[in-house]
T-cell receptor, first 114, second 112 residues
Framework: DSGVTQTPKHLITATGQRVTLRCSPR?????VYWYQQSLDQGLQFLIQ???????AKGNILERFSAQQFPDLHSELNLSSLELGDSALYFC?????????????FGPGTRLTVL | GEDVEQSLFLSVREGDSSVINCTYT??????LYWYKQEPGAGLQLLTY?????DMKQDQRLTVLLNKKDKHLSLRIADTQTGDSAIYFC????????????FGTGTRLQVTL
C-alpha cells in the first residue's frame, strides 16, 4: 500500500458526460500528479500540482482539468467524454516538486466510456 | 523529446535470473526508476538509481546504468512466480520539472 488513495475504483459512464476522479496524497506529500494509462498511448503524464498550484502540464486535453485543494487532495475533472477517454487514471504524490522526488502511485481509477 | 523504449515480453523459468532492459534518449535524465504493475493493480515503485551511479543493489534486484549508451537494466535474481507482472522503466529530469516519462512496459512471465 503506497498510502495514496483514489476514488472511485471503477467508473462507467456514457459519451458526452462529465466525471470527477479524486485523489488523496500520502501524508506529508505536497505534490500530486495525474497520469493516464491507455492501450494505445501507454502511461502519459497529464498534470502536476504542488501545494495547491499547477506546476507542470503534459498531454492533457482541454476537456480535462484538475485542481488541488487546501487539504492537498486533488480532483481530475473529465468532461464531454469520448470513447477514447476510456483508460486507467493514476494519481501519484511526492514530498517535493522536483525531479529528485520519488513518486508513489495510487491504485488507479478505471474509467469506461460507453 | 524524451523517449523510453523497452522490449514487450520476457519469459523465464522460476529460479532463473530475469534481465529487463530499457533504453532512453534524454541525456539530461536525473533519476531512472523501475515500477512494477500486477494485473488490475497500480504501479509499485521497485527501485531507482541516480544518474551519477552505475549500479544499485537491493535484495534480489540489481539495477545497472550505462549512461554513455543510455541503457538501464533491472536484474531479478531467483525469479519467482510472484514476480510475474509488467515492469516499467521511467525517467525524470530537471528540464521537465518532475514528470515521469515511462517506457512501454515489459511483461515478465515466470514459468514453472
Amino acid at each position: 500500500d503506497s498510502g495514496v488513495t483514489q476514488t472511485p475504483k471503477h467508473l462507467i459512464t456514457a459519451t458526452g458526460q462529465r466525471v470527477t476522479l479524486r485523489c488523496s496524497p500520502r501524508s506529508g506529500d505536497l505534490s500530486v500528479y495525474w497520469y493516464q494509462q491507455s492501450l494505445d498511448q501507454g502511461l502519459q503524464f497529464l498534470i502536476q500540482y504542488y501545494n495547491g498550484e499547477e506546476r507542470a502540464k503534459g498531454n492533457i486535453l482541454e476537456r480535462f482539468s484538475a485542481q488541488q485543494f487546501p487539504d492537498l487532495h486533488s480532483e481530475l475533472n473529465l468532461s464531454s467524454l469520448e470513447l477514447g477517454d476510456s483508460a486507467l487514471y493514476f494519481c501519484a504524490s511526492s514530498v517535493g516538486q522536483g525531479a529528485t522526488d520519488t513518486q508513489y502511485f495510487g491504485p488507479g481509477t478505471r474509467l469506461t466510456v460507453l | 523529446g524524451e523517449d523510453v523504449e523497452q522490449s514487450l515480453f520476457l519469459s523465464v523459468r522460476e529460479g532463473d535470473s530475469s534481465v529487463i532492459n530499457c533504453t532512453y534518449t534524454d541525456s539530461s535524465s536525473t533519476y531512472l526508476y523501475w515500477y512494477k504493475q500486477e494485473p488490475g493493480a497500480g504501479l509499485q515503485l521497485l527501485t531507482y538509481i541516480f544518474s551519477n551511479m552505475d549500479m544499485k543493489q537491493d535484495q534480489r534486484l540489481t539495477v545497472l546504468l550505462n549512461k554513455k549508451d543510455k541503457h538501464l537494466s533491472l536484474r531479478i535474481a531467483d525469479t519467482q512466480t510472484g514476480d510475474s507482472a509488467i515492469y516499467f522503466c521511467a525517467e525524470s529530469n530537471t528540464g521537465t520539472a518532475s514528470k515521469l516519462t515511462f517506457g512501454t512496459g515489459t511483461r515478465l512471465q515466470v514459468t514453472l
